[in-house]
């Protein structure tokens, strides 16, 4: 079974801090993302990535940067934490492989971190 | 654009009852679209897919159709159970992106 680990499930910090998000998956996934999820909002994609140090800006990437040194590993930064960036955030990879069925192969969530900025 | 219009819900059921979730969408092209669960305290995970008009998706009980000329993968669902308790969550997936677009979700509970 594919695990996405989130390093964190609850994290608390101050505005303005810089803030690592860290996320690692163990099937050798080669596209990975970051989404946050909001009340009302469903998810919304923030950054993904299709290869190491590959990165592609999603809907909604102010205020985020990513990072991608190793396959395994796909980190969400902020730069400069605001309130409005509490939320809850799911890190996904997916396995593009080839093949017609492997185009929508599915993606595999990790447990989410729920940041709160104070 | 893409996007997914969905049930917000939230919605309580009794257990065994019926269950429909609607979702409809807007895309260019012929996307694939999915259902993905997520339950309390856990990431989301793919609960069923269809990647062409009139297919049907189903797994766990669960079943929906893929429908061009209405636009729309509504989720059903015969007899619910208190383990279906969850978020539910509609999506699209347009050819040559890798960008899923999801709906707002819809919380469901179901009682005893």
């Known amino acids: 079974d594919v695990k996405v680990t989130q390093s964190s499930r609850y994290l608390v910090k101050r505005t303005g801090e810089k803030v690592f998000l860290e996320c690692v998956q163990d099937?050798?996934?080669?596209?990975m993302f970051w989404y946050r999820q909001d009340p009302g909002l469903g998810l919304r994609l923030i950054y993904f990535?299709?290869?190491?140090?590959?990165?592609e800006k999603g809907d909604i990437p102010e205020g985020y940067s990513v990072s991608r040194e190793k396959k395994e590993r796909f980190s969400l930064i902020l730069e400069s934490a605001s309130t409005n960036q509490t939320s809850m955030y799911l890190c996904?990879?997916?396995?593009?492989?080839?093949?017609?069925?492997?185009?929508?192969?599915?993606?595999?969530f990790g447990n989410g971190t729920r940041l709160t900025v104070t | 654009g893409n996007s997914v219009t969905q049930m917000e819900g939230p919605v309580t059921l009794s257990e065994e009852a019926f269950l429909t979730i609607n979702c409809t969408y807007t895309a260019t092209g012929y996307p694939s679209l999915f259902w993905y669960v997520q339950y309390p305290g856990e990431g989301l995970q793919l609960l069923l897919k269809a990647t062409k008009a009139d297919d049907k998706g189903s797994n766990k009980g669960f079943e929906a159709t893929y429908r061009k000329e209405t636009t729309s993968f509504h989720l059903e669902k015969g007899s619910v159970q208190v383990s279906d308790s969850a978020v539910y969550f509609c999506?699209?997936?347009?050819?040559?992106?890798?960008?899923?677009?999801f709906g707002k979700g819809m919380k469901l509970t179901v009682n005893p």
């Open positions: 996904a990879s997916r396995d593009p492989g080839q093949g017609s069925g492997s185009y929508n192969s599915p993606l595999h």
């Open positions: 990535s299709y290869d190491v140090k590959m990165k």
């Open positions: 999506a699209l997936k347009r050819g040559g992106s890798e960008k899923l677009v």
């Open positions: 099937m050798d996934h080669e596209n």
